[in-house]
């Protein structure tokens, strides 16, 4: 189900920031929310996700480089900084409602989905 809209990609230098934003449906108290990217020729990777406590996990590539966090207007948001040309990917946000954690929520589970945006990082 797309239903969910990225914001605030483009381009960058490498060791630059960007923040992309994600919204569109209501988030509620108990979720999963995730941002995926991928980049022609390579898997979808899930990059960060994000629990209804708070909960957080990254993929070492990203881990202490990108911070994801939802705000009280059901935003979510990725803060990408440090960025590097391996980077470069479309970025998708997703969200799957109604559980109390990511522990058992697999790619295949995520309900919503956002259209994509890209992220060019230039060197």
């Known amino acids: 189900q797309q239903q969910l809209m990225e914001s605030g990609g483009g381009s960058a230098q490498a060791g630059g920031s960007l923040r992309l934003a994600c919204g569109g449906t209501?988030?509620?108290?108990?979720?999963?929310a995730a941002w995926f990217r991928q980049a022609p020729g390579k898997e979808r990777q899930r990059v960060a996700q994000i629990d209804g406590s708070g909960n957080t996990a990254y993929a070492d590539s990203v881990k202490g480089r990108f911070t994801i966090s939802v705000d009280e207007t059901d935003t979510l948001y990725l803060q990408m900084n440090a960025l590097t040309p391996d980077d470069e990917a479309i970025y998708t946000c997703?969200?799957?409602?109604?559980?109390?954690?990511?522990?058992?929520?697999?790619?295949?589970?995520?309900?919503?989905w956002g259209q994509g945006t890209q992220v060019a990082v230039s060197s």
């Open positions: 209501y988030i509620g108290r108990r979720f999963c």
């Open positions: 997703a969200l799957e409602r109604g559980v109390g954690s990511c522990v058992r929520v697999g790619d295949a589970d995520y309900y919503f």
